[in-house]
C-alpha cells in the first residue's frame, strides 16, 4: 500500500514540509496531496483523519498519523533502510533531542518569520528574542556538525530526520536574509541544494493561494508583484 501524505500550500506550510522532503530526500514512495488552507476541501478532508484538524497526516492504510515529529518517527520505524535516524546511540538521542526542540519551541523565530517561499529574498529588522532564537539554532547545527557529522555534510553526517526538521529554518534564514556565520551558511547550502528542497519551492512559488498572516511585509516583497 502507498503510503500518502496530506499536505498544506508549498509555499507557506512548514509543518509539511518536514515529511515531505524526509520521504523524498530518502526515496520512499508516496503519494502527496496538497489541500490548500481554508478550503472546504481542508476542512472535510484533513478534520476527517486528523483531530486537530491540521496538516500534515501520514496515510498507511487504515493507519492515520498526525504531527510532523510523530511521523517522521513512523517512518524511521517503518523504513529502517532509510536511515532517518543516525545509528550511533548517543548521535541518534542528540539528533532526537534537537528534533523536539524545534517541534516545541523557537516560537518567535517562527512567528516573526513565517515561511514563505514566494517572498523575495529582503533583511527583516529581528527584535531581540526572535535573534537569541537565531543564535540558540546556530550553536545547535554547529555542535551537531562538529560532534556527530564526521565527513557528511548534514547534521548528523549522512541526511536524517533532524535535518527534515530544521529545512524550513533554512528557508526562513534565506527569505529574510538573516545574519548567520559562516558554517551555518554552509549548511544552508548543503539543505537549498538538494534537488528536493528545489522541488518544493519551485511548486510553492507556483501556487495562485496567498495568506495575509504570512506575507509579513506585503505586497513590498513579495516575487508576484
Ligand atoms: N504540531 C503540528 C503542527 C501542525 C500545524 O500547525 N499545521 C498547520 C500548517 S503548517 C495547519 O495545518 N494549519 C491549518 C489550520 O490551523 O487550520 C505538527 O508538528 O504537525
Redesign the pocket.
Same mark, same amino acid.
Given at each position: 500500500m502507498t503510503l500518502k501524505l496530506l499536505i498544506?500550500?508549498k509555499k507557506? %506550510?512548514?509543518? %509539511? =514540509?518536514?515529511?515531505w522532503l524526509a520521504l523524498s530526500v530518502a526515496g520512499i514512495p508516496f503519494e502527496e496531496r496538497v489541500i490548500p =488552507?481554508?478550503s472546504e476541501e =481542508? $476542512?472535510r478532508d484533513?478534520g476527517g483523519v486528523?483531530g486537530?484538524? $491540521?496538516?500534515?497526516v501520514l496515510i498507511d492504510g487504515d493507519i492515520a498519523i498526525?504531527?510532523?515529529?510523530?511521523?517522521l518517527e513512523y517512518l524511521a520505524e517503518k523504513i529502517p533502510a532509510a536511515g532517518l535516524w543516525p545509528k550511533d546511540v548517543a548521535a541518534r538521542a542528540h539528533a532526537r533531542a534537537v528534533a523536539n526542540e524545534m517541534?516545541a519551541g523557537f516560537q518567535a523565530l517562527r512567528n516573526h518569520l513565517p515561511?514563505n517561499f514566494a517572498r523575495r529574498v529582503i533583511k527583516r529588522d529581528l527584535p531581540p528574542p526572535v535573534i537569541a532564537n537565531v543564535r540558540r539554532v546556530e550553536t545547535l547545527w554547529t555542535d551537531c556538525r562538529a560532534r556527530f557529522s564526521g565527513s557528511g555534510p548534514f547534521l548528523f553526517g549522512a541526511f536524517s530526520n533532524a535535518d527534515a526538521m530544521y529545512a524550513p529554518v533554512v528557508g526562513r534564514f534565506h527569505t529574510y536574509d538573516v545574519d548567520v556565520g559562516e558554517g551555518t551558511r554552509a549548511y544552508m547550502k548543503t539543505i537549498m541544494e538538494l534537488p528536493a528542497f528545489q522541488q518544493w519551492v519551485a511548486a510553492g512559488i507556483k501556487e495562485p493561494w496567498l495568506f495575509a498572516e504570512d506575507e509579513v511585509d506585503w505586497p513590498k516583497t513579495h516575487n508576484l508583484t
Open positions: 498544506g500550500n507557506y %506550510s512548514s509543518w %509539511s =514540509f518536514r515529511p =488552507f481554508e =481542508f $476542512k484533513v486528523s486537530t484538524g $491540521k496538516v500534515p498526525w504531527e510532523s515529529l510523530a511521523i517541534h515561511m
